[in-house]
């Protein structure tokens, strides 16, 4: 499978607990972006790689939240102290180099807080 | 006033009617525009790209009219299969290609 993939699939953790995500782009896609999806609602951009530096940050990504893709390849996200407004879809996406072109997403990761 | 408007729907349509989406921006200096499909509870996937001068994919048609900022998609012949909800999404200039989603426009196809 030569898309982007995203593990777990599913996280359900007890609030104030830590977790974290990983996304593996597609293999010669130097950027890769986290999303985070709630019900009813677009994806919200949260972070933007373009190899290994982080060019981007929302101001909805709180100090609890932080990235990293250290080698420029998979990127992993981290949630500390999660909190039941936590839970959503975080999807992954990368996108080749060059202007204008799309980004593919991986299937996601659904976090349920409890 | 959000950067991507879409009306949410639901659009309710018979199989084989034609069925149109609109799509607003607010950032004149966009420069990229997509469709992107999502099926409920998976990921946005890529339909088209939206090119100035419109573009046509089998049932599907999207136009761009920058001087308006809008985009829309046009789907005709429409087949059950095309129930999903239809994203627009437009490139946040800046660079870094960052996308920014609308809320989407759900379509429902029924027989």
């Known amino acids: 499978d030569t898309g982007v993939s995203q593990n777990p699939r599913h996280k359900i953790t007890k609030r104030g607990q830590n977790v974290t995500f990983r996304c593996d782009p597609i293999?010669?896609?130097?950027?890769l972006y986290w999303y985070r999806q709630t019900l009813g609602q677009g994806p919200e951009f949260l972070t933007y790689?373009?190899?290994?530096?982080?060019?981007?940050k929302s101001r909805l990504l709180s100090d609890r939240f932080s990235a990293e893709r250290p080698k420029g390849s998979f990127s992993t996200l981290e949630i500390q102290r999660t909190e039941q407004g936590d839970s959503a879809m975080y999807l992954c996406?990368?996108?080749?180099?060059?202007?204008?072109?799309?980004?593919?997403f991986g299937q996601g990761t659904r976090l349920t807080v409890v | 006033r959000k950067e991507v408007e879409q009306d949410p729907g639901p659009f309710n349509v018979p199989e084989g009617a034609t069925v149109a989406f609109n799509c607003t921006y607010s950032?004149?200096?966009?420069?990229?525009f997509f469709w992107y499909r999502q099926d409920c509870r998976k990921e946005p996937k890529l339909l088209m790209s939206?090119?100035?001068s419109g573009n046509e994919d089998g049932r599907f048609t999207a136009q761009l009219n920058r001087a308006s900022q809008y985009i829309s998609l046009l789907i005709r012949d429409s087949k059950l299969s095309d129930s999903a909800t239809y994203l627009c999404?437009?490139?946040?200039?800046?660079?870094?290609?960052?996308?920014?989603f609308g809320t989407g426009t759900q379509l429902k196809v029924e027989l």
């Open positions: 996406a990368s996108s080749p180099p060059g202007t204008g072109t799309p980004a593919f």
């Open positions: 790689f373009q190899n290994e530096a982080q060019l981007e």
């Open positions: 939206v090119y100035s």
């Open positions: 950032n004149s200096a966009s420069q990229s």
């Open positions: 999404v437009v490139n946040r200039p800046g660079g870094g290609n960052k996308l920014t």
């Open positions: 293999s010669e896609h130097n950027r």
